[in-house]
């Protein structure tokens, strides 16, 4: 049972576009959201959070959206840029536990 | 800092071979985490430890010991693994708020295990 879910294995975006990245969940416990990107062969690297009592959180570049009602939060890269190429997971906890879920990650090539 | 540091970075052995991963932080972080990740999937959760505590053990086959000897250090032994076992194995750490609330965990880059 995928507990996180983001559907779309792979997106391509011109460079200074935004690149839109989804996830969705179904765990309605579920209350702190990271982002990652990750690339071939290293660790994934913390890019942003948003806490259940937010709806949006900005760094940057950066911005991701929580919508709770539809379980579902967004990664809003502006402007998107070739070195965003990389595997984005978000990732998801539930208060009380130490285990966060991952999604199954989704691909960002920026084409210059 | 947020600076998670494994090695080795790369490690090949045989089945029959006894070796370690190790894990530093100097974050002052005190859970850790060790966990796998394949190719195109997911990190899988492994272990987790709580002030040097073993909190979580995701039903982890015994041919992989994890320790914690100090809030800095987390290990991970390995023994009589199998080809199956090859991947990526990160380690990350993050505040533990206590009531097992834990803040964002930050990664290493991983020790990429071959097991021939």
């Known amino acids: 049972d995928q507990q996180v879910k983001q559907n779309s294995p792979s997106l391509s975006v011109q460079e200074g576009r935004i690149s839109i990245l989804n996830c969705d969940y179904t765990?309605?416990?579920?209350?702190?959201f990271l982002w990652y990107k990750k690339y071939p062969a290293e660790g994934p690297t913390f890019l942003i959070s948003?806490?259940?009592?937010?709806d949006k959180n900005e760094d940057g570049r950066f911005t991701v959206f929580l919508n709770k009602s539809a379980k579902h939060l967004s990664l809003h890269i502006v402007p998107s840029q070739p070195g965003d190429s990389a595997v984005y997971f978000c990732?998801?906890?539930?208060?009380?536990?130490?285990?966060?879920?991952f999604g199954t990650g989704t691909r960002l090539k920026v084409l210059a | 800092d947020t600076e998670v540091t494994q090695t080795p970075k790369h490690l090949v052995m045989g089945m029959t071979n006894k070796k370690s991963l190790k894990c530093e932080q100097h974050m002052g972080h005190r859970a850790m985490y060790w966990y796998k990740q394949k190719a195109k999937k997911p990190p899988e959760l492994m272990f987790v430890?709580?002030?040097?505590?073993?909190?979580i053990n995701e039903s982890v086959p015994s041919r992989f010991s994890p320790e914690c000897p100090n809030s800095s250090l987390l290990n991970l032994h390995l023994h009589a693994l199998q080809p199956e076992d090859s991947a990526l194995y990160l380690c990350?750490?993050?505040?533990?708020?206590?009531?097992?609330?834990?803040?964002?965990?930050?990664f290493g880059p991983g020790t990429r295990l071959t097991v021939l």
């Open positions: 990350a750490s993050s505040q533990d708020l206590g009531g097992r609330m834990v803040d964002t965990q930050y």
């Open positions: 765990n309605s416990m579920f209350d702190y």
């Open positions: 990732a998801a906890r539930t208060s009380g536990t130490y285990k966060y879920i």
């Open positions: 430890y709580s002030y040097e505590k073993l909190s």
């Open positions: 948003i806490s259940s009592i937010k």
